[in-house]
């Protein structure tokens, strides 16, 4: 028989609220950021052509693009370890009070753009 | 212990390993993505950046492998689509790895 059941986890049928947005936000940013460490392992590989054809990929990793997706990857890095965090303390036990979950979600949100801001400085050896 | 338990002790045990290791990978990214050359080259040269660089991968795509089958779970109904998909996923994030190390360990200035 055909299962008619609709797919997990329901997004069109649930109202949208912080721990829905949060829940499908891990699994899209997680998805992305394995395409993006993909790229990551080619741009690694890609030094092994030398020097000179490296001077392309320099150009573009310097122009405003580059430095624009090296941003993004940092944010949603900076959003997938907050997230992952707050899922081990669900793990342990910590943290199912719906007031509880609705900040550690909005912790999660923010925290990824603050996150995002001091490891660019420290990368960027400004602090 | 059922399969779904030792799926999720490795999730988890992944997840805990790939918090550290993303923190160090991304502050080293933002740090060398606009060097030259040979500054990148010598940064993947040194012994610990080769180790925790590999480590990542393996864990990252095995930790992906992990959660994107999950997913697969969830979306996809038909046994023998899932099936494919699931295969093709795990062949892709071994290969992806291995020849990341390769790479790693031929790089040298």
């Given at each position: 028989?055909?299962?008619?059941?609709?797919?997990?986890?329901?997004?069109?049928?649930?109202?949208?609220?912080?721990?829905?947005?949060?829940?499908?936000?891990?699994?899209?940013?997680?998805?992305?950021?394995?395409?993006?460490?993909?790229?990551?392992?080619?741009?690694?590989?890609?030094?092994?052509?030398?020097?000179?054809?490296?001077?392309?990929?320099?150009?573009?990793?310097?122009?405003?693009?580059?430095?624009?997706?090296?941003?993004?990857?940092t944010?949603?890095?900076?959003f997938?370890?907050?997230?992952?965090?707050?899922?081990?303390?669900?793990?342990?036990?910590?943290?199912?009070?719906?007031?509880?979950?609705?900040?550690?979600?909005?912790?999660?949100?923010?925290?990824?753009?603050?996150?995002?801001?001091?490891?660019?400085?420290?990368?960027?050896?400004?602090? | 212990?059922?399969?779904a338990?030792?799926?999720?002790?490795?999730?988890?045990?992944?997840?805990?390993?790939?918090?550290?290791?993303?923190?160090?990978?991304?502050?080293?990214?933002?740090?060398?993505?606009?060097?030259?050359?040979?500054d990148?080259?010598?940064?993947?040269?040194?012994?610990?950046?080769?180790?925790?660089?590999?480590?990542?991968?393996?864990?990252?795509?095995?930790y992906?492998?992990?959660?994107?089958?999950?997913?697969?779970?969830?979306?996809?109904?038909?046994?023998?689509?899932?099936?494919?998909?699931?295969?093709?996923?795990?062949?892709?994030?071994?290969?992806?790895?291995?020849?990341?190390?390769?790479?790693?360990?031929?790089?040298?200035?």
């Open positions: 028989m055909e299962n008619k059941n609709p797919l997990s986890p329901h997004i069109q049928i649930y109202s949208w609220n912080i721990s829905l947005l949060i829940s499908i936000s891990h699994r899209i940013i997680g998805v992305i950021n394995i395409v993006a460490l993909t790229f990551v392992c080619l741009w690694i590989a890609l030094l092994l052509l030398g020097e000179t054809n490296y001077e392309y990929i320099k150009s573009f990793l310097q122009s405003f693009l580059g430095k624009f997706l090296i941003l993004c990857l944010w949603s890095f900076s997938q370890i907050l997230s992952e965090i707050r899922h081990l303390f669900w793990d342990f036990g910590y943290g199912f009070e719906l007031i509880t979950s609705k900040i550690t979600g909005l912790i999660v949100i923010f925290g990824s753009f603050v996150l995002t801001i001091l490891i660019y400085l420290i990368g960027k050896q400004i602090i | 212990m059922i399969n338990t030792k799926k999720w002790i490795f999730l988890k045990v992944s997840s805990i390993i790939l918090i550290p290791l993303m923190v160090w990978f991304i502050i080293n990214l933002v740090s060398i993505y606009e060097k030259d050359y040979v990148i080259v010598s940064f993947f040269s040194t012994q610990p950046s080769k180790f925790l660089t590999s480590l990542l991968m393996i864990v990252a795509f095995f992906s492998s992990l959660s994107i089958s999950e997913i697969f779970e969830d979306y996809i109904h038909d046994k023998k689509i899932k099936n494919i998909a699931n295969k093709t996923l795990y062949t892709f994030f071994i290969i992806v790895p291995l020849i990341i190390i390769m790479v790693l360990f031929n790089l040298n200035i």
